[in-house]
């Protein structure tokens, strides 16, 4: 499905932002990579999605290197990045303009009642609440019935509940059709409730720490006793990612 195999990047400036990243991840999957800032989450997601290029290694999605920008990989920003000047129908077809009209209305039908805002497709952004709006750019993204869909952070700048109840809205959406979701998250129990495996970054310069996939059922209880236990696990775990090394020692990608 997609696989990234020694990707590095290299800025101009001389700075190692991404270190020889290695992984596989399967067709209906989801992977968090969590991580400090800058451990490199946000430019793997750059070199996923096409929008950037590794300096070094590559990334393919069913063999085809990524060069650029592609509809079978959509992007969720943290931000929802509405065009204030478009209605949200509008905004959310604006990545499928080149379909036919009539396909094109279905479509965005369809992705607005996926995420409950039918009723506000003639509305304005300025209308929407915080989650409303990041409802629609997931409705935007989706609406290209992407293969890879990528979230970066996606949630961050909501309140808690908000927070927590479009975490599982976003699996019920995922739930639809199954893409591969690959989701950049600071937070922990995120990871823990969204997530199949769980990918930890350490920064200087950005590499895999840790690899692991907690044998958790759906749907998960956040208060759970074996739920904590992995969340205190990889607290720990990102804890010593994000100290600076005393000496010349590695971190192998390990499992815990």
């Known amino acids: ?7 590095s990047k290299r800025y101009p400036n001389g700075l190692l932002a991404l270190a020889g990243l290695d992984l596989h991840v399967a067709q209906g999957e989801i992977l968090a990579i969590v991580g ?7 430019t793997a997601l750059r070199l996923i999605s096409g929008l950037d290029s ?14 650029a920008p592609r509809e079978e990989i959509g992007m969720v920003f943290q931000e929802p990045r509405l065009m204030p000047w478009l209605s949200i129908d509008d905004n959310v077809s604006f990545g499928i303009r080149h379909l036919p009209v009539a396909e094109r209305k279905v479509r965005v039908s369809e992705a607005l009642a996926r995420v409950g805002l039918a009723s506000h497709a003639g509305h304005w952004p300025r209308e929407l609440s ?9 409705a935007r993204a989706l609406v290209g019935r992407p293969k890879v869909l990528l979230l970066d952070e996606p949630f961050s700048a909501l309140d808690a509940l908000t927070r927590g109840d479009l975490q599982e809205h976003l699996l019920d959406l995922w739930a639809y059709d199954r893409p591969t979701m690959i989701l950049v998250t600071h937070d922990i129990e995120e990871a823990l409730f969204l997530a199949d495996r769980i990918v930890v970054m350490q920064p200087n310069p950005g590499r895999i720490r840790a690899e692991v996939t907690p044998p958790l059922a759906r749907p998960r209880d956040r208060l759970d006793p074996e739920f904590l236990a992995w969340k205190y696990k990889l607290l720990a775990e990102l804890d010593h990612a994000s100290r600076k090394p ?11």
């Open 1 to 7: 499905m997609l696989d990234i195999s020694g990707a």
């Open 36 to 42: 400090g800032s800058g451990c490199g989450k946000s």
């Open 54 to 67: 590794p300096s070094s290694g590559t990334i393919s999605l069913d063999g085809t290197a990524i060069a």
């Open 130 to 138: 915080g989650g409303q709006a990041q409802r629609v750019a997931l």
């Open 246 to 256: 005393t000496g010349d020692e590695t971190f192998p990608a390990a499992a815990i």
